[in-house]
């Protein structure tokens, strides 16, 4: 079965640090540029983060711009997003997709997407 699966989240208090990992199955990763998305309570799917397919370049949303980190490793087949000095206002479910390409922080001609990883940032 092809699929994204998305993992690592949870409850943090403001300040803390979560790393979400992206695997894939049943395919490659390194054929795709892998983004981030997330989704608050009554908001609409926002961009986060793009990487290539080689990890060399990589973009972030002005929101969390120096604060979080996008990392892949193709042998491990998988993507990370390490957040750190997390706010209240990044609480959303977090979603990983894999496309054809980036451009800037969103990633385009997405083939296929992950469930979602909830993060909750409350003291």
């Known amino acids: 079965q092809l699929q994204l699966v998305e993992s690592g989240g949870g409850l943090v208090q403001p300040g803390g640090s979560l790393r979400l990992s992206c695997a894939a199955s049943?395919?490659?990763?390194?054929?795709?540029?892998i983004g981030w998305f997330r989704q608050a309570p009554g908001k609409e799917r926002e961009g986060v983060s793009c990487?290539?397919?080689?990890?060399?370049?990589?973009d972030f949303a002005d929101s969390v711009k120096g604060r979080f980190i996008i990392s892949r490793d193709n042998a491990k087949n998988t993507v990370y997003l390490e957040m750190n000095s997390l706010k209240p206002e990044d609480t959303a479910i977090y979603y990983c997709?894999?496309?054809?390409?980036?451009?800037?922080?969103?990633?385009?001609?997405?083939?296929?997407w992950g469930k979602g990883t909830l993060v909750t940032v409350s003291s």
């Open positions: 997709a894999a496309g054809d390409y980036c451009s800037g922080y969103y990633v385009y001609g997405i083939k296929y």
């Open positions: 990487i290539s397919r080689s990890g060399g370049s990589t």
């Open positions: 049943g395919f490659s990763l390194d054929h795709f540029v």
